[in-house]
């Protein structure tokens, strides 16, 4: 991911979120202590995701597939990348939150192997000044 993809992820990330991540967010993830990598498919942004490294382990910040092209295997794709790319670089734990809510994104990291560790409490904003559990999860490499 480089800057002139940020109108691109940013289009997905507006439609794919009800808090989506600000534009200054990817922005500043644009550095060498994070990971961030774009599916792309004949021009088309298929998704992408951001990871921050750590000692012996990645932390998994956002990964975003386009809503129309959900369920057809792109965000496996990109965690067996993300996987990879984790190893070759030391880690041996993968890290993520995920919204309590989000039972989707839940199964997908189950079926990927990940186990949930533990709750954070009113981690992520939600509606009306309200605030929702994230469910931290990991995944031995």
Known sequence: MTPDHLDAVMAIEQTAYGHPWSRGNFRDSLNPLFDA??????????????????????HLLNITVAPARQG???GHMMLDALSLMSRHEGAQWLWLEVRQSNLRALQVYERYGFRQVSIRKDYYPADRQQREHAVVMSLKL
């Open 72 to 74: 057809q295997g792109w």
């Open 37 to 58: 990598q774009c599916l792309w498919l004949d021009g088309e942004l298929l998704g992408y995701f951001l990871a921050m490294r750590g000692f012996e382990e990645m």
